[in-house]
C-alpha cells in the first residue's frame, strides 16, 4: 500500500480549476512533488518544493500545503491535462514514497 | 538539457537477475547535487521506487527490496545500473531511471527534493 494517499480518480470541466490532494505523514517534514504521466509516457515533474514549476511547464499549475496535506491545483483545465497525476515526497528515512496516482479526466 | 536512457534486457527468466543500466547525457553523473535514481511501475499500477546511488557509488535502497538490488556507477561511461535478483513475475514491471535531487531545508524548516529527467522507460517482463 502506497504511503501517501490520493484520490483514484476526479473529473473536471473543461476550462475549469481542479485540485488534486495527496495525504501522509512524510507531508508534514517533507514538500510533496507532483508528476504528470500520460498513456505510454514517463512521469513528467510538473511541481516540487513550495511551488515550483519546471521550465516549460504551464503557470495553471501550481501547489499548496495545509499539515499533512499537499494539493495541486490546475487552473483553466485543458484536454491535454488529462493524465495521470502521482505525488511524492521523502519520508523521515529519507526513502522516496509515491501516492497511488490519481487519473484526470478532463470533460 | 539533461536526458537519460534505460537500457538491458527486456525479457528475463523466474529466478534469475535483471540488469539495466541507465545512460545519462547532457550532464555530468559526477555531481555532488543528485543521486541517481532507480523507479518502476507494474502495468495499471503505481509508481514504487527501488533505490538511488551516488557518483562514487553509494547506495541507499528501499528496505522492501535492498535483499536483493544492487546498484553500481560507472562515471567514466556516465552510466549507473541496476542489478535486481531472483526476479519473479512481480518484478515485470516498466523501470525508469530518473536524477534524484539531494535534500535541501527551507527556511521554514521543511525538507525539499524531487525526482526529474526521468528516462522513457524499460518495460521488463519476467517469464519463463
Known amino acids: 500500500s502506497s504511503e501517501l494517499t490520493q484520490d483514484p480518480a476526479v473529473s473536471v470541466a473543461l476550462g475549469q480549476t481542479v485540485k488534486i490532494t495527496c495525504q501522509g505523514d512524510t507531508l508534514r517534514n517533507y514538500h510533496g512533488n507532483w508528476y504528470q504521466q500520460k498513456p505510454g509516457q514517463a512521469p513528467v515533474l510538473v511541481i516540487y518544493?513550495?511551488?515550483n514549476r519546471p521550465s516549460g511547464i504551464p503557470d495553471r499549475f501550481s501547489a499548496s500545503r495545509s499539515g499533512t496535506t499537499s494539493s495541486l491545483t490546475i487552473t483553466g483545465a485543458q484536454a491535454e491535462d488529462e493524465a495521470d497525476y502521482h505525488c511524492?515526497?521523502?519520508?523521515?528515512?529519507?526513502?522516496?514514497?509515491f501516492g497511488g496516482g490519481t487519473k484526470l479526466t478532463v470533460l | 538539457q539533461l536526458q537519460l536512457q534505460e537500457s538491458g534486457p527486456r525479457l528475463v527468466k523466474p529466478s534469475e537477475t535483471l540488469s539495466l543500466t541507465c545512460s545519462v547525457s547532457?550532464?555530468?553523473?559526477?555531481?555532488?547535487?543528485?543521486?541517481w535514481g532507480w523507479l518502476r511501475q507494474p502495468p495499471g499500477k503505481g509508481l514504487e521506487w527501488i533505490g538511488s546511488v551516488y557518483y562514487n557509488g553509494s547506495p541507499y535502497y528501499n528496505p522492501s527490496l535492498k535483499s536483493r538490488v544492487t546498484m553500481s556507477v560507472d562515471v567514466s561511461k556516465n552510466q549507473f545500473s541496476l542489478r535486481l535478483d531472483s526476479v519473479t513475475a512481480a518484478d515485470s514491471a516498466l523501470y525508469y531511471c530518473?536524477?534524484?535531487?539531494?535534500?535541501?531545508?527551507?527556511?521554514?524548516?521543511?525538507?525539499?527534493?524531487?525526482?526529474?529527467?526521468w528516462g522513457p522507460g524499460a518495460l521488463v517482463t519476467v517469464s519463463s
Open positions: 518544493g513550495e511551488n
Open positions: 511524492n515526497s521523502r519520508d523521515k528515512s529519507g526513502f522516496w514514497v
Open positions: 547532457g550532464g555530468s553523473i559526477s555531481s555532488n547535487s543528485y543521486f
Open positions: 530518473a536524477r534524484d535531487h539531494k535534500t535541501a531545508v527551507t527556511t521554514a524548516g521543511l525538507g525539499v527534493a524531487w525526482l526529474d529527467a
